[in-house]
T-cell receptor, first 115, second 109 residues
Framework: ETGVTQTPRHLVMGMTNKKSLKCEQH?????MYWYKQSAKKPLELMFV???????ENNSVPSRFSPECPNSSHLFLHLHTLQPEDSALYLC??????????????FGPGTRLTVL | GQNIDQPTEMTATEGAIVQINCTYQ??????LFWYQQHAGEAPTFLSY??LDGLEEKGRFSSFLSRSKGYSYLLLKELQMKDSASYLC??????????WGAGTKLIIKP
């Protein structure tokens, strides 16, 4: 496998469910990111991990809980979501998370629908 | 606040040339990125500009003017597969990426 993979690709859940999104990168990168993409809106950065340490949490509600067990894997645990959380959730990785030329590479995303 | 502006949607004809503009107001500047995103797929990296001028990569070119806070992506010899959204992003003084909402490009035969 190459690049950045995400599972599942599509997820429908009720507001009381608990689910997890998984991201895996095969690029040997040290930084990983979670973004939320809503229609006609800019990408919203949610969380950043650099060398497995969380370095950014952009005022994300606690119903979203990230986990980064190692530099290759990133999870987003979901609990008690709201319908407005329905969106495309993108995972990305980059070499070191801090350099000016540091380019982010994205996974295909998980399309989440909250009923 | 920080802001990236790009047109919401553009239409062009197969074989033609199209220019997608991006203007930005950010706290500092450490480079500008263009990404392409086909519907339902991952954004893919197209280009990076940090110095003023034109960077050319095959049919795609990207231009930057830091004094004007302005960039454009130029697509030549348009093909139907170029129908996609094009995202502009600027890295600010804290090395955070600030994203535009994207420009949906529709190519007509």
């Amino acid at each position: 496998e190459t690049g950045v993979t995400q599972t599942p690709r599509h997820l429908v859940m009720g507001m009381t469910n608990k689910k997890s999104l998984k991201c895996e990168q095969h690029l040997g990168h040290n930084a990983m990111y979670w973004y939320k993409q809503s229609a006609k809106k800019p990408l919203e950065l949610m969380f950043v991990y650099n060398f497995k340490e969380q370095t950014e949490n952009n005022s994300v509600p606690s119903r979203f809980s990230p986990e980064c067990p190692n530099s290759s894997h990133l999870f987003l645990h979901l609990h008690t979501l709201q319908p407005e959380d329905s969106a495309l959730y993108l995972c990305a990785s980059s070499q070191d998370g801090g350099g000016a030329v540091d380019t982010q590479y994205f996974g295909p995303g998980t399309r989440l629908t909250v009923l | 606040g920080q802001n990236i502006d790009q047109p919401t949607e553009m239409t062009a004809t197969e074989g033609a040339i199209v220019q997608i503009n991006c203007t930005y107001q950010t706290s500092g500047f450490n480079g500008l990125f263009w990404y392409q995103q086909h519907a339902g797929e991952a954004p893919t990296f197209l280009s990076y500009n940090v110095l003023d001028g034109l960077e050319e990569k095959g049919r795609f070119s990207s231009f930057l003017s830091r004094s004007k806070g302005y960039s454009y992506l130029l697509l030549k010899e348009l093909q139907m597969k170029d129908s996609a959204s094009y995202l502009c992003a600027v890295r600010d003084s804290n090395y955070q990426l600030i994203w535009g909402a994207g420009t949906k490009l529709i190519i007509k035969p």
